[in-house]
T-cell receptor, first 114, second 113 residues
Framework: NAGVTQTPKFQVLKTGQSMTLQCAQDMNHEYMSWYRQDPGMGLRLIHY???????DQGEVPNGYNVSRSTTEDFPLRLLSAAPSQTSVYFC?????????????FGPGTRLLVL | AQSVTQPDIHITVSEGASLELRCNYS??????LFWYVQSPGQGLQLLLKYFSGDTLVQGIKGFEAEFKRSQSSFNLRKPSVHWSDAAEYFC???????????FGSGTQLTVLP
C-alpha cells in the first residue's frame, strides 16, 4: 500500500491562477478530508467526504472546491488563488471518519501564492 | 464554540527529562480526544486517543495521556524524552456524531542533548 499520496509536493502560483491539489489513497477508505496548516493555527478542516459523490464543508471552505467521483481520489481545487491561501495542505483518510478511526495523513503540499 | 487549546507554543527539555504537554478542550459534552505528532516535513501520526473508560491512555513511542474531566484537560506525558521526540504535537477533539476533528494550535518540542 502506498497509503495517502499527494501531488505536487510544492507549488508556486500567481494571484488569480487556478490549480488542483491531488490526493489519492489505496486503502479503500470511505472518509477523506483536506486540511490547511498555518503557523500558530494548527490544522483547519477545509472540506471532507464520507464517500464517493458526497462532500461537505469544514471550518474554512471559502475559495476551495472539492469533488469525490471515486473512493480513491479527492482533489482540492483553487479556482482563483489568493495570497491568503499560502499554506501547507494535508489530505487525510480513514475507514469511516475521525471518530474512533485513525486518520492517515499524506505528506503535504506546500503552496505559495504570490 | 467548540475549541481545543494548547497553551504552550514551544517547550524545550533535556534528553532524559520528563515531558508534559498541555491540552484543554471546550465542548458541551466530553469529546473524543486525540494526540498527533508531526515530524519535520511529514504528515501527522496518531500517538493515542481517548473515547471512554480508563482515564489514563497509553500510546505509541512511550507516550501516555490523562483525561481529567474536572479540568477539561487531556495532557500528554512521557517519563524520559529521547532526541527523536523533537517534533510538533497536536491535540485534537471531535464529538460523537461529528465528522470533523478540531485541532489545537500545536506545541513545538525541542530536545537538548
Amino acid at each position: 500500500n502506498a497509503g495517502v499520496t499527494q501531488t505536487p509536493k510544492f507549488q508556486v502560483l500567481k494571484t488569480g491562477q487556478s490549480m488542483t491539489l491531488q490526493c489519492a489513497q489505496d486503502m479503500n477508505h470511505e472518509y477523506m478530508s483536506w486540511y490547511r496548516q498555518d503557523p500558530g493555527m494548527g490544522l483547519r478542516l477545509i472540506h471532507y467526504s464520507v464517500g464517493a459523490g458526497i462532500t461537505d464543508q469544514g471550518e474554512v471552505p471559502n475559495g476551495y472546491n472539492v469533488s469525490r467521483s471515486t473512493t480513491e481520489d479527492f482533489p482540492l481545487r483553487l479556482l482563483s488563488a489568493a495570497p491568503s491561501q499560502t499554506s501547507v495542505y494535508f489530505c487525510a483518510s480513514s475507514p469511516w471518519g475521525p471518530l474512533q478511526e485513525t486518520q492517515y495523513f499524506g505528506p503535504g503540499t506546500r503552496l505559495l501564492v504570490l | 464554540a467548540q475549541s481545543v487549546t494548547q497553551p504552550d507554543i514551544h517547550i524545550t527539555v533535556s534528553e532524559g527529562a520528563s515531558l508534559e504537554l498541555r491540552c484543554n478542550y471546550s465542548y458541551g459534552a466530553t469529546p473524543y480526544l486525540f494526540w498527533y505528532v508531526q515530524s519535520p516535513g511529514q504528515g501527522l501520526q496518531l500517538l493515542l486517543k481517548y473515547f471512554s473508560g480508563d482515564t489514563l491512555v497509553q500510546g505509541i513511542k512511550g507516550f501516555e495521556a490523562e483525561f481529567k474531566r474536572s479540568q477539561s484537560s487531556f495532557n500528554l506525558r512521557k517519563p524520559s524524552v529521547h532526541w527523536s521526540d523533537a517534533a510538533e504535537y497536536f491535540c485534537a477533539a471531535t464529538r460523537g456524531s461529528a465528522r470533523q476533528l478540531t485541532f489545537g494550535s500545536g506545541t513545538q518540542l525541542t530536545v537538548l542533548p
